[in-house]
């Protein structure tokens, strides 16, 4: 595992290495100003001092659209599960916080983890540095919580076009990080191809913008996810 981290920490030093360094929120987004950011932030300290959680969720605005939707309140809600995504978040956005109390005093049983699609769309980063920054959560996640299991799952596709050069991007960290699977305390899985058409296309009724999910995109995913998921919650 060490070996397999290092092979992609240390892959392309010329590239920027923001994506591994921690970083709170700075800019200021129409959708989300960083007094929002931090709000959001204090509210998973808060929760993470409650504990009793078994299942947490890990992420950007993808994660954090599960809200409390029905796909969520059926399957996950049950599982004592709790969702730290926030809408905007870099690799290095979470590696802040998971540095800085949100996974703090408890231990839970599986971190699902899917990240890494910001750093293309808002941060302009490469393919390498992507992977090296979703190697350096999956690290940090394995430092801080070494009893947790990782479900690590691929970046999902985005644009409707299967031959958009955002896909090939994608397809070149998701090359990368499946080798993080250790088959033991890391697992990945790759959804990609069930939140798709046949022709690799995406539709509006999974993905309304291409990029977020809708009520029938989180279904997709809890189900797609759901064999993997039972065999590492243990159950």
Do not use: C
Not at 162 to 190: G, S
């Amino acid at each position: 595992m060490k070996y397999l981290l290092a092979l992609i920490l240390l892959a392309a030093p010329s590239l920027q290495e923001s994506s591994t360094e921690p970083s709170a929120r700075k800019k200021e987004y129409p959708w989300m100003s960083v007094a929002t950011w931090n709000g959001k932030h204090e509210a998973f300290l808060k929760r993470a001092k409650e504990g009793k959680i078994d299942l947490l969720f890990v992420g950007d605005s993808i994660t954090e659209g599960w809200g409390n939707n029905a796909v969520w309140q059926k399957t996950y809600a049950p599982m004592n599960a709790a969702n730290i995504g926030i809408g905007g978040d870099t690799t290095e956005n979470v590696l802040w916080r998971l540095e800085n109390g949100e996974i703090d005093g408890f231990s839970p049983k599986v971190a699902v983890l899917l990240i890494g699609t910001n750093n293309f769309g808002l941060e302009g980063h490469a393919p390498d540095a992507v992977a090296k920054g979703v190697a350096t959560v999956v690290q940090t996640l394995r430092k801080k919580l070494p009893s947790t299991k990782i479900l690590l799952l691929a970046i999902f596709p985005r644009d409707e076009k299967p031959t958009a050069d955002i896909r090939k991007k994608i397809k070149q960290v998701n090359d990368q990080i499946v080798k993080l699977d250790d088959k033991k305390n890391v697992r990945f899985l790759d959804i990609g191809a069930k939140l798709s058409n046949p022709d690799g296309s995406l539709s509006k009724d999974v993905m309304p913008d291409f990029l977020h999910l809708s009520e029938k995109g989180y279904q997709i995913w809890a189900d797609a996810m759901a064999p993997l998921l039972k065999e590492l919650m243990g159950k």
